[in-house]
């Protein structure tokens, strides 16, 4: 691996991501809509309740702005990455490179990332605290347990992400795949409605799914909803589905090159 390489794509992108003003200013406007949206939401459900499933109002508004942090921190582009590759037919020379080309992808990812930091989690941060609430932690453990949580969720989110992105060698279009699975993840992740509203039969399914460990996990122990039990089986199935999607991804995309090699792109 080049590390070198590497990071001067990360830095490039960096600065490539700073350039477009204007679609950081459009997705500002729609995170932010869609988080006062989700904290009025969440104040009429609780308007004749104190708390409900254990949870206060003030816990709600908290869980709406970090969940709306998270999702800037979970953007993922890699699955179009590979889509332009396939569409343009460059995906043969890209694989011969002599730096793997998914490694560039999750360079490129974190530098993207790091400018997203600036551009849309501040703003959307400050945006959040001035109208919702600062969204402080329950506690400082509760503090110390969310980064590797969210970490593990930045791993699980981006394996999904490259080895769906690798349909593009089949799909004909993947633009609405794409979209579908951005949708199904926001609905069943935890992203907008807690797991703990959804009726028990769907808690069972989804626990088997890696989707709330990307929002429900981080953001329960964020808010202090959690127990030492279920702070161990959290963490031990988000390294599990880590180490799965791994696993899956370099076996589809040993797959992948073998295939454009033999074919072409």
Known sequence: MNIDTLFY????????????????????????????????????LFKNASSIQGVTVETMMTYTVISSLISVLLTCNVERRIMKSVEKGTVAIDLMRPVNIFHVYFAENLGSIVA???????????????????????????????????LLAFFINWFLAVIF??????????????QVKKHLIRLLSGS???????????KTIL???PFIYLYQIP???????????????????????????????????????????????
């Open 9 to 44: 794509v990360f830095k490039t992108q960096i600065l490539k991501s700073l350039a477009y003003k204007f679609d950081v200013y459009g997705n500002i406007l729609m995170q932010t809509i869609i988080m006062i949206a989700s904290a009025y939401f969440w104040k009429a």
């Open 116 to 150: 997203l930091i600036f551009q849309n989690l501040l703003p959307i941060l400050l945006i959040g605290s001035l109208l919702i609430g600062i969204p402080a932690p329950a506690s400082k453990e509760s503090l110390l347990f969310f980064f590797p949580s969210l």
């Open 192 to 202: 907008i409605i807690p797991l703990w509203f959804f009726p028990a039969w769907l």
């Open 165 to 178: 992105g690798m349909w593009a060698f089949t799909a004909i279009s993947m633009d609405p795949l794409i």
């Open 219 to 265: 953001l329960d122990l964020y808010i202090g909803k959690y127990d030492k039990a279920s702070l161990f089986q959290g963490f031990m199935i988000q390294i599990i589905w880590v180490i799965g999607l791994y696993l899956c991804y370099r076996y589809l995309s040993s797959r992948v090159s073998k295939k454009v090699m033999v074919q072409g792109g």
């Open 207 to 209: 626990k088997c799914l």
